[in-house]
């Protein structure tokens, strides 16, 4: 069973940053795509990051160039560091794990998911 725990939301202004931190368990964790998705109050959740087992990454268009996803596999974490926030990346942001090898930004492709950590961005 793999169990995601994310941390490191918080309160911040415009221009801030914030790095999320989400530590799993399991022994496939290095292999594992690993993915953050984030969802705002009223909007479905959509997909911001991913990094594979193989450490390609791709992100999502909203965030490109201001947010970086990595991992260390020794440590079971993988990161996502958000710069330049906005008021549009308050959201929940939410760790998931997939089975899958490939990058996929589909929500229904992840089967482990964290319990969330709120980010607020005040203008």
């Known amino acids: 069973q793999v169990q995601l725990v994310e941390s490191g939301g918080g309160l911040v202004q415009t221009g801030d940053s914030l790095r999320l931190s989400c530590a799993a368990s399991?022994?496939?964790?290095?292999?594992?795509?690993m993915g953050w998705f984030r969802q705002a109050v009223g909007k479905e959740r959509e997909f911001v990051a991913a990094?594979?087992?193989?450490?390609?990454?791709y992100y999502a268009d909203a965030v490109k160039g201001r947010f970086t996803i990595s991992r260390d596999n020794a440590e079971n974490t993988v990161y996502l560091q958000m710069n330049s926030l906005k008021p549009e990346d308050t959201a929940v942001y939410y760790c998931?794990?997939?089975?899958?090898?490939?990058?996929?930004?589909?929500?229904?492709?992840?089967?482990?998911w964290g319990q969330g950590t709120q980010v607020s961005v005040s203008s």
């Open positions: 998931a794990q997939s089975s899958r090898w490939w990058i996929t930004t589909i929500v229904n492709e992840y089967k482990y």
């Open positions: 399991g022994r496939t964790f290095s292999n594992s795509l």
């Open positions: 990094v594979a087992g193989s450490g390609d990454v």
